[in-house]
């Protein structure tokens, strides 16, 4: 129920007093966003006047915008690497910040085939805490009643690594969920997990899932929204159902846990809600024994309301799958973050997958924007810093790339988002997340990059509704072994009937759809030039890309970030989705191009 506070909200009526302040604060932000910025900026140069990284451009202690603006160059990690393997070697000189660096945040994404390190300061863990504090006071704006019971959600930590010179290496999340700030939390009835925190702070991915996926079952009338970090992590949870149901139902009939679970503290804190309960046992291989998945998510957990996962970007194409698994539930995106800093959140988080927009936070960081006009690109100097836009300066349905400065001492980062602005809240911008700035595929003059695949995949499935099938995953390869080369796209379907399941020659129409959908440069090169053969579609065994989940895992990726690649080229990788293809698919005929009439 809304309070009847002092104070008003444009965002809603609040649900309690603690939510009135928290709205009142993104109010405040979002007002004076520019002067916010201004006062984010003085306060990084000024903490950092003396580090190593602002002597060098000769900054001299100023703290005004022009200044930075003119001195200090826009980077990559690449521009960092060095001073940055400096600090992971042992070099504890004040390099990047005043602060020490007390760990480093692995990234999802990669330099040289090694994850990045993005070093960190203890209070960037508070900064990151503040921005956690504003998420449920605007959840409880537009789904009431979540004081009333939990949320199921699958969180996990990865084991650690020290860089040569000792310091911790670990993603983002791992730290938080190992941070005092999760463990000793204070009690929230809005913000009530299903999962006891031991359950959470197992290493062992098996064990965390099982006793998180039991603890689930357990609480089932208790559930009112079930997550996680990314919508391919809540279908890899299904998955682990779909597997271990006959088990989970065991130990719910005998109240005791698997001797697989061997995880001391998980035993200890199960062993005191875990009772016999035969009646649950049934009703659990009752749902689960049926071929039929669909739903399953509301026919488990009846009273889940949302479903709270990352399903923009590269994770729009688990949309119909998370649809099919939950009844069409509503999917929550609620803020936008990275390794290298937290950015802001969505003030609608109930809207649809398509429309969904973040508001920058701007006290989070000092934040820049490249125009990204892939037509006249901005050519980046490091001798000649370009003057990029401010966040109250950008315009309205333009793309621009992110750029960040952080108090743990990046300067001017380049993240490597397409935003697009969609709109304002007060003086703030808000962004669609278009896509990461990274080409997927090329064989010749092409440059295929993840939204055009993905918008190539979506036309292409749009063939498979009829035959009742969904694509599961997919990932793609520049075959350059042929000649010409070609592109490879492995899919993995799900086949809901397979008495109606698509023909060859459908799925060769497939791989026609995904060409015709292709930019002009590629069918240019397809029909006129014939410097790219005829796109292949491989289709991969169920189970495929869990596979190469664990593959991933194994070798040193997060669960909680594990992404899988739109694009691979690691030999193993490669070798492992061509060892479970179960059929071959061509264009059968070339794409549609004409050349453009020349003046």
Avoid at 20 to 49: G, H, P
Avoid at 296 to 302: G, L
Wanted: proline fraction near 7%; hydrophobic fraction near 35%.
């Amino acid at each position: 129920m809304a309070v009847d506070s002092g104070v008003s909200s444009p965002l809603g009526p609040p649900a309690c007093e603690k939510d009135a302040k928290v709205l009142q604060f993104i109010e405040e932000m979002t007002k004076n966003a520019d002067s916010v910025q201004e006062k984010v900026l003085a306060e990084i140069l000024t903490r950092n006047a003396n580090t190593e990284y602002l002597q060098r451009f000769q900054v001299f202690g100023a703290v005004d915008r022009e200044t930075f603006k003119s001195k200090i160059p826009v980077v990559t990690y690449e521009d960092l690497k060095p001073d940055i393997d400096r600090v992971a070697n042992g070099d504890r000189s004040p390099i990047f910040s005043s602060h020490p660096i007390t760990e480093f945040l692995t990234s999802s994404g990669t330099s040289a085939g090694e994850r990045k390190l993005m070093p960190t300061i203890a209070d960037e863990l508070e900064r990151r805490q503040k921005l956690y504090n504003l998420l449920q006071p605007v959840m409880n704006l537009y789904v009431p009643g979540l004081d009333k019971g939990k949320g199921l959600y699958f969180l996990f930590i990865k084991a650690e690594t020290k860089t040569p010179g000792g310091l911790v290496a670990r993603p983002v999340l791992t730290s938080y969920y190992k941070s005092e700030q999760f463990k000793k939390r204070p009690y929230d009835p809005y913000n009530v997990y299903t999962s006891p925190n031991e359950t959470v702070l197992c290493v062992d991915y098996h064990q965390s899932m099982y006793a998180q996926m039991l603890c689930g079952l357990l609480m089932r009338g208790e559930v009112l929204r079930v997550g996680a970090v990314f919508a391919s992590g809540l279908l890899r949870a299904i998955r682990f159902l779909q597997l271990n149901w006959k088990q989970l139902s065991q130990d719910i009939a005998s109240g005791t846990l698997n001797p697989r679970v061997s995880d001391p503290s998980i035993r200890k804190c199960i062993s005191e809600m875990l009772k016999p309960n035969p009646q649950l046992a049934e009703f659990v291989v009752k749902e689960c024994e049926s071929e039929n998945w669909e739903g399953i998510i509301t026919r488990i957990w009846p009273n889940t309301k949302y479903l709270d996962v990352i399903v923009t970007g590269a994770m729009a194409q688990y949309i119909p799958l998370l649809d099919y698994y939950s009844g069409g539930l509503p999917k929550a995106c609620t803020m936008y973050a990275s390794s290298e800093c937290y950015f802001g959140l969505n003030l609608k988080p109930m809207c649809k997958p398509s429309e969904v927009c973040y508001t920058i936070m701007p006290n989070m960081g000092y934040f820049e924007f490249i125009p990204h006009d892939p037509a006249n690109p901005i050519q980046l100097s490091r001798d000649s810093p370009p003057h990029l836009v401010d966040l109250a300066d950008v315009e309205l349905g333009k793309e621009y790339e992110l750029v960040i400065t952080t108090y743990a001492g990046l300067c001017r980062y380049r993240v490597g988002d397409i935003l697009q602005v969609t709109g304002f809240h007060n003086s703030a911008p808000q962004f669609k997340f278009v896509r990461r700035k990274n080409v997927l595929l090329s064989i010749d003059s092409d440059k295929t990059d993840e939204s055009e695949l993905q918008t190539a995949i979506e036309n292409a499935t749009a063939l498979l509704l009829p035959y009742d099938t969904t694509l599961v995953e997919y990932t793609s390869f520049a075959d350059t072994k042929t000649i010409p080369g070609h592109y490879v796209i492995y899919w993995e379907l799900l086949v809901k009937d397979p008495s109606n399941s698509p023909s060859d020659e459908l799925l060769n129409q497939c791989c026609l759809a995904m060409e015709e959908s292709l930019n002009s440069v590629y069918r240019q090169c397809r029909v006129a030039d014939n410097s790219i053969g005829p796109l292949e579609i491989r289709v991969v065994k169920s189970g495929t890309f869990e596979e190469l989940m664990d593959y991933a895992i194994s070798r040193g990726a997060s669960i909680n970030q594990y992404k899988a690649p739109r694009c691979v080229n690691f030999t193993p990788i490669v070798e492992l989705l061509d060892s479970r293809v179960v059929s071959v698919h061509f264009s059968q005929s070339a794409p549609h191009w004409t050349p453009e009439r020349r003046r």
